[in-house]
T-cell receptor
Framework: DTGVSQDPRHKITKRGQNVTFRCDPISEHNRLYWYRQTLGQGPEFLTYFQNEAQLEKSRLLSDRFSAERPKGSFSTLEIQRTEQGDSAMYLC?????????????FGEGSWLTVV | QKEVEQDPGPLSVPEGAIVSLNCTYSNSAFQYFMWYRQYSRKGPELLMYTYSSGNKEDGRFTAQVDKSSKYISLFIRDSQPSDSATYLCATLRRDSWGKFQFGAGTQVVVTP
């Protein structure tokens, strides 16, 4: 499977615990994105990287959230001191920047439930 | 007000009918337009992508963009029960490459 891979697919955690999600993008893609999706809503932008540089962060990304892409390949999204409001699906996506377009391809998502 | 508006549905159609979906957007800076299909508890899957006004066809799918009206549409011909899913429209500004704006999605149910 050469698509975007996310791990774990499901995570149940107690409030106050830290969680980390990993994303492996499509191998030749240089852009990597994190989105969050709650029930009945479309994905909301959190942040994105071009290679290892984090180029933009949403105001949704509070200081409890941190994302890294240390070698310009895989990325991690860490949520510290989780709250019930963090329960959502965290989607990773990747794209290849080219003159012809900028479409993004999503992984299957990581479901987070904070109890 | 959200930058991309989409009727949440559900939209129920009989098998074989044409499914008509649409979105409106508020910002004329949006240059790129996409439709995604999302099955329950799965990630969105890219269906169609366009960056100009007019029609784009791919098999049973036709995407239509009217930039003057800020209106985008997706038509699915000869609908099948396997087309039952949530359909998301998405837009992108030329000066904000990474920040895709999504509609809330329209749930479609195709009944046999």
């Amino acid at each position: 499977d050469t698509g975007v891979s996310q791990d774990p697919r499901h995570k149940i955690t107690k409030r106050g615990q830290n969680v980390t999600f990993r994303c492996d993008p499509i191998s030749e893609h240089n852009r990597l994105y994190w989105y969050r999706q709650t029930l009945g809503q479309g994905p909301e932008f959190l942040t994105y990287f071009q290679n290892e540089a984090q180029l933009e962060k949403s105001r949704l990304l509070s200081d409890r959230f941190s994302a890294e892409r240390p070698k310009g390949s895989f990325s991690t999204l860490e949520i510290q001191r989780t709250e019930q409001g963090d329960s959502a699906m965290y989607l990773c996506a990747s794209s290849l920047v080219s003159p012809s377009g900028n479409t993004i391809y999503f992984g299957e998502g990581s479901w987070l439930t904070v109890v | 007000q959200k930058e991309v508006e989409q009727d949440p549905g559900p939209l129920s159609v009989p098998e074989g009918a044409i499914v008509s979906l649409n979105c409106t957007y508020s910002n004329s800076a949006f240059q790129y337009f996409m439709w995604y299909r999302q099955y329950s508890r799965k990630g969105p899957e890219l269906l169609m992508y366009t960056y100009s006004s007019g029609n784009k066809e791919d098999g049973r799918f036709t995407a239509q963009v009217d930039k003057s009206s800020k209106y985008i549409s997706l038509f699915i011909r000869d609908s099948q029960p396997s087309d039952s899913a949530t359909y998301l429209c998405a837009t992108l500004r030329r000066d904000s490459w990474g920040k895709f704006q999504f509609g809330a999605g329209t749930q479609v149910v195709v009944t046999p």
